[in-house]
């Protein structure tokens, strides 16, 4: 008997998804951003993916961008705001048990002059909030905590730290790597804060 123990990370491909990847890999593989017949079918594919997520989250449409998956979304998040908010700060806080694809992007920010608190976490892999609320300051220009830990399966306190975070700061940004949550939990970002 198999014990597969990283279903979470990595799980078998639904039949409905694995036929639709293949049809697009087969029949409709066009370019989404030419004009052409076949491109302009891709781009349908693209505009109902995203018309989809979007109603599940709650948010627009517009809100909703495609990466390669999650190390470069949160790449793309992380790098992108600590630079863009670079002269409002230079702190940044996170758990000490995120994922590599949120630690090693904000290693990289340590090496461009940036600060970085790491949360301890209780026994259950959690943070505490007091320790958020000590780590908060001026300089603080983002804070971010993954949803559910990947291997522990710990759901961190995410709408309570929002509040915390914004009540003490509202400029200071709040990214949560949700990979492991989304489709799992309800999870309506402008809500949660």
Not at 148 to 170: D, F, R, S, Y
Request: aromatic share 8%; with cysteine.
């Amino acid at each position: 008997m198999e014990a597969y123990l990283d279903n979470s990370a990595t799980t078998r491909c639904s039949s409905a998804v694995a036929d639709i990847v293949v049809k697009v890999m087969t029949e409709d593989y066009g370019n989404p951003s030419s004009r052409h017949l076949k491109g302009v079918q891709a781009e349908q594919y693209l505009k109902t993916a995203r018309e989809e997520i979007a109603r599940t989250l709650k948010v627009t449409e517009k809100e909703i961008f495609f990466t390669s998956g999650g190390t470069e979304s949160n790449n793309w998040a992380l790098i992108g705001a600590a630079m863009a908010n670079r002269r409002a700060g230079n702190h940044l806080i996170t758990t000490a048990v995120e994922h590599a694809a949120v630690l090693q992007p904000l290693e990289y920010l340590k090496e461009q002059g940036f600060r970085v608190t790491y949360l301890p976490v209780d026994e259950k892999g959690c943070i505490r909030l007091q320790d958020l609320e000590e780590a908060l300051c001026d300089d603080t220009i983002m804070v971010s905590v993954m949803y559910v830990n990947n291997e522990v399966g710990t759901v961190e306190p995410v709408e309570e730290a929002a509040k915390l975070i914004h009540q003490k700061n509202p400029k200071t940004l709040f990214h949560v790597d949700a990979i492991q949550a989304y489709g799992k939990y309800r999870i309506y970002p402008k809500n949660a804060g």
